[in-house]
């Protein structure tokens, strides 16, 4: 192991990955402090420079670049009620209300610390956790994977907010769109109405670009967020403050980095999921519930809800890396690149590369703790951020739309995918459907599909091997929990509300 | 009775058509030997289901009628209930009321990025990246409310950074013109 571990520091200790570590971080602030531009975005329009990459620098700077626009999330919603990332949307009221109050210093540091203690939580989880995973990973065959991908699909409708019935459709959009192409069977051409291009599917990195890049540049173009603020954040004193409510509340940072990992190693919940269940179990659990989101706010639901999605961030990589299910829509598009550079994730990364493993994870805590530093930095200068204007911005995010749809396949059907996809998933968000479950469907559909009808032909049509081996029958009771967490909830916080009264 | 969302109602009727449709194509995929559905299986699973969630989809638009209260949707006592999920990776919907605002200015700046992108597929090719991007960079700033010199100013900035990153570091061929830009 100290072999593998030594390979992994001198794999780190390279010129590209350092630039590219310190380009995405950059990135990465800049972008998630923008209300309106989201971390997947931001992956979105990462991924065509990454893919030129060799693995381990692409995957550091999606690392770097997430872990640093979750933080920088929280800037905007403190100085402007506008979160900068979804992850941020479900302490913004507390935030916002705080930082008025004169405590912006406070809210920030606590938000810039518990994300770096969350992230680094996050990552020894996932260093724990995959090792376990592996092991089991490596007795699952198809009939365990089909469970698993099915267990995403449940989780990114079920677990979502708002309406089910509108993430369940944009689901099956995804899925839809992922069997455009030849099928696992027979090589039948389905859906592609003839044309020679669409044989090999929809090309994925296009189709991300479009729906979460071009979508988002539309979306602002109709319908314009106020960025100018004068607000400002004095900073002084700051970690004082921050290391006293840290201390006073550690209990809060404790339960935001479990719920943050639990939920962020279910495939398909990450983030801002992780965030609002933390905010609702805090909120369930504590004295001064009545002060959250009111009058001067309350600083505990920032201090869990603000780690729980940084260690969520990082436990999504659990799945994606044992056994190539996205943890989240970030991870989703992570698989993406690392099957088009031959990285092919599953348990025999562990065997195979080690060293690149144990060096994702130093990436991990390196990233988080770049964090502090920079982010500092991205407080001190969040006025000026928050003031970039939008007619210049938009278009320059378009044409990296555009060109990042083209680098990846030299094509100018490429740039018409990320057209059509642009739009669909601008009209989807116009509707009120949730864009996340589309990513999962078009990632998880091929996996759903290819091991169903492996394990049907293999075993001739015999369906009840779906129930009766043992990791699939606890995968599908995990799937029916899920599906029953809606109705678990209820119950839960009218327990939790009886007995805190 | 009327449709409360009526949004709501074309989005859960279109699923419907888009389901059905769906349905009707896969009976034309060839069976696996043995008569078990292969290639038609998975699609045709979907379209039904889009079938059955449009119509729930439908039947709710119009109102919430008896059972106000009867679908657990996940945490319904929050705030802002918005419809989201996955990562911190796409954007909240920020409550009901504003998505109905159908700003004129707004449509027209939308078709704007679409027509650029459009134009950029059809000429690009044909008078290369460099003066494309360019000028549809300009345009759209302009439109989008920036003073025209600073448009112009941000639009070669734009380009000629892209074209270093893109050309020059990672030797993606973007399109060369008659000048060779």
Known sequence: MLNDLGQALTMLADTTLIIAVLGSAIYGLFIGAIPGLSATLATALLVPITFFLPPLPAIASIVTMSAMAIFAGDVPSALVRMPGTPASAAYTEDAYRLTHSGKGGLVLGVGLVGSAIGGIAGALVLMAAARLLAEVALLFTSFEYFWVAVLGLT?????????????????????????IGLDITLGYARFTFGSTVLLQGISFIPAMVGLFGLSEVLRNVTDPRASASSARIDPYGMFAETRKTLRRYWRRVVSGNVIGSAIGILPGAGGDIAAWVSYAATKNTSKDAHKFGKGEGHIEPVVSAGSSNNSALASAYVPTLVLGIPGDTITAILIGVLFVKGVQPGPELFEQQPSLLYAVYMVFILANLLLLPLGYLAIRGSGMLLRVPRNVLMPIILAFCIVGAFAINNGT??????????????????????????????????????????????????????????????????????????????????LLRHGTR | MRPVAKGDLAGGLLSVAFGSAVLVHVRTFPQLPGGQPGPALFPGIIGALMIVFGLVLSVRSFGPGKNAAAEPSVPATDPAPAATAGDGGEDTDQAAAPKARTNRAGLVNAAAIVGAVIAYILVADVIGFVPTMVVLLGLLMWRLGTRPLTAIGAAVITTAFITVVFRLVLLVPLPQGPLGI
């Open chain 1, 155 to 179: 989780a990114s409708v079920v677990i979502s907010r708002g309406s089910q019935v509108k993430g369940s459709i944009a689901l099956l959009i995804g899925l839809f769109l992922s069997t």
């Open chain 1, 413 to 494: 059907f490429q740039i018409v995918v990320m057209l059509a996809l642009g739009i669909l998933g601008y009209a989807l968000d116009r509707g009120g459907f949730p864009l996340a479950p589309v990513v999962l469907g078009i990632v998880l559909g091929p996996i759903v599909e290819q091991n169903f009808m492996q394990s049907v032909i293999k075993t001739n049509w015999d369906l009840t091997q779906f129930f009766t081996r043992p990791i699939s029958a606890t995968l599908m009771v995990l799937t029916m929990l899920v599906l029953a967490y809606p109705f678990l909830q209820h119950g839960l916080r009218r």
